[in-house]
């Protein structure tokens, strides 16, 4: 059973640079959120997809966008990369269990950037 | 929206001692309750989790309480070894918002 798989493992890039991730989900699951972890910090939410739209947002400009595909991967895209985006962004991916009133959530190993 | 404290920042403990890790919430809304643990340089794991309508959870040597009153829920870990090391991160979530908020993290040192 496939965990949650993310590419690529690192990636560096400069300031105004343009940055795709990738994202697989774990089997059987229909559901992927992006966070952003910060060294030091715990993971901020960017967004979450399902159903191919972005379904929730967190506080991160437009720059971030996203995409989630037929299959349910998934992008992260970052436009006119800043030095503060340097951090490691995390997918997790989960099922929806409608009326259960909560659902686990499963981590990939995340992508490192680091823009300079 | 949700805003989650976690406490301490830092916990250093000896082999074989409990460790508890506290957190709190502001949206009585909130539902679900998971924590990580993220070794050095790898993903957060989920360990275990509770949800609202459970007071406590227990998994061998980890148990979560949780309540609802006060808003706070925490992580127990009993007899600890030098490998439950890590950053300990508590989360809320809250179901039709399907959003997690994530605690700073609890950096836990067990030392032999």
């Known amino acids: 059973d496939a965990g949650v798989t993310q590419s690529p493992t690192h990636l560096i890039k400069t300031r105004g640079q343009q940055v795709t991730l990738r994202c697989s989900p774990k089997s059987g699951h229909d559901t992927v959120s992006w966070y952003q972890q910060a060294l030091g910090q715990g993971p901020q939410f960017i967004f979450q997809?399902?159903?191919?739209?972005?379904?929730q947002r967190g506080n991160f400009p437009d720059r971030f966008s996203g995409h989630q595909f037929p299959n349910y991967s998934s992008e992260l895209n970052v436009n006119a990369l800043l030095l503060g985006d340097s951090a490691l962004y995390l997918c997790?991916?989960?099922?929806?269990?409608?009326?259960?009133?909560?659902?686990?959530?499963?981590f990939g190993p995340g992508t490192r950037l680091t823009v300079t | 929206g949700e805003n989650v404290e976690q406490h301490p920042s830092t916990l250093s403990v000896q082999e074989g001692d409990s460790a508890v890790i506290k957190c709190t919430y502001s949206d009585s809304a909130s539902n679900y309750f998971p924590w990580y643990k993220q070794e050095l340089g790898k993903r957060p794991q989920l360990i275990i989790d509770i949800r609202s309508n459970v007071g406590e959870k227990k998994d061998q040597r980890i148990a979560v309480t949780l309540n609802k009153t006060a808003k706070h829920f925490s992580l127990h870990i009993t007899e600890t070894q030098p490998e439950d090391s890590a950053v300990y991160f508590c989360a809320a979530h809250r179901y039709n918002f399907n959003k997690f908020y994530f605690g700073s993290g609890t950096k836990l040192n067990v030392k032999p």
């Open positions: 997809y399902y159903e191919e739209e972005e379904r």
């Open positions: 997790a991916s989960s099922l929806v269990s409608v009326g259960q009133g909560s659902y686990e959530q499963y």
